[in-house]
Nanobody, 130 residues
């Protein structure tokens, strides 16, 4: 059974940092592109960042560009989201996702669509206080 489990969320002051982790199990995700999404109360789920299968390419939404870094450790089946200079508007539940079919592709704007992904975690809460 495929599972994605996020961790690392919490409460942090504006300007602070957090690192989210996503542990994948049930299969090897080496060939899968991976992504992070977030959903704030009363809002739709939105794309945050994606990383290509090799880890050498990434793609970010404009609002986090320069503040967040996505990375992966394929040997450990892990994906990370390092978040810095956090703002209250970053408050949301953050979700890890894996593409629906392994295609060994580089990160691209297409990975900003939820339909690109076939596997989702349960989410981890990030709260940024002002």
């Amino acid at each position: 059974q495929v599972q994605l489990v996020e961790s690392g969320g919490g409460l942090v002051q504006a300007g602070g940092s957090l690192r989210l982790s996503c542990a994948a199990s049930g299969r090897t995700f080496t060939s899968y592109a991976m992504g992070w999404f977030r959903q704030a109360p009363g809002k739709e789920r939105e794309f945050v960042a994606a990383i290509g299968w090799s880890g050498r390419s990434s793609y970010y939404t404009d609002s986090v560009q320069g503040r967040f870094i996505i990375s992966r450790d394929s040997a450990k089946n892990m994906v990370y989201l390092q978040m810095s200079s956090l703002k209250p508007e970053d408050t949301a539940v953050y979700y890890c996702a894996a593409e629906n079919t392994p295609r060994r592709i580089a990160a691209s704007p297409a990975m900003g669509q939820p339909t690109f992904y076939g596997y989702w975690g349960q989410g981890t809460q990030v709260t940024v206080s002002s």
